[in-house]
């Protein structure tokens, strides 16, 4: 298992950013697929974003494709998530979710319907409500 521990969450009017953080405070982020996924109320958990360690290849769905930015800084150990353009519909808890087996791709299953296989590690979210 991989700690991890969300950040950047809070109250942002519609039109606006916010900035996820990611971080593995006792260990490292680099080596492993980094998934962000979000939970709002009454729903069920969704895939937002994912970035592969081996090319650093982004991934989003529909939704959130053109305004979120998915990146990796390997300095600061964090994974980041850009979240420009917010709408109310972004409202949820967020997470970031990891899974430290060799040789794991779990980015290209982040978006199906098996991904808690390919994601063992996750974080205890951060709310994000974009209201007005």
């Known amino acids: 298992q991989v700690q991890l521990v969300e950040s950047g969450g809070g109250l942002v009017q519609p039109g606006g950013s916010l900035r996820l953080s990611c971080e593995a405070p006792d260990g490292e982020l680099e080596p492993y697929d980094i998934g962000w996924f979000r939970q709002a109320p009454g729903r069920g958990r969704e895939a937002v974003s994912c970035i592969r360690s081996s090319n650093r290849r982004e991934s989003y769905v529909e939704s959130v494709q053109g305004r979120f930015t998915i990146t990796r800084d390997p300095d600061r150990k964090t994974v980041y998530l850009q979240m420009n353009n917010l709408e109310p519909g972004d409202t949820a808890v967020y997470y970031c979710?990891?899974?430290?087996?060799?040789?794991?791709?779990?980015?290209?299953?982040?978006?199906?319907?098996?991904?808690?296989?390919?994601?063992?590690?996750w974080g205890q979210g951060t709310q994000v409500t974009v209201s007005s």
């Open positions: 979710a990891t899974d430290p087996r060799d040789y794991n791709p779990a980015c290209l299953y982040f978006d199906g319907p098996n991904y808690y296989y390919y994601f063992t590690s």
